[in-house]
């Protein structure tokens, strides 16, 4: 699972890297929790959750229908 999750991470990465930021995947749960942590200029940006929600959850949902949520840690 964990294997899929990074390939769905590699897809967003491209153009978060474009605007200075970057995603590291921290685990997946068995219960289909994704953990992140947003780097560079994402780190602390007012419009990290909506980038964390609307853009890199939604894409690994798409990818990943057994995932349930990610967060950011």
Sequence with gaps: MKEKVQKAI???????????????????????????????????????????KMGIEKIIKSQIPDIKEVISV
């Design 10 to 52: 590699d897809l967003i990465r491209p153009g978060l890297q474009a605007d200075g930021g970057d995603v590291e995947l921290i685990d997946v749960s068995p219960d289909g929790v994704v953990k992140v942590k947003l780097t560079g200029a994402c780190q602390g940006c007012p419009m990290s959750q909506m980038t964390l």
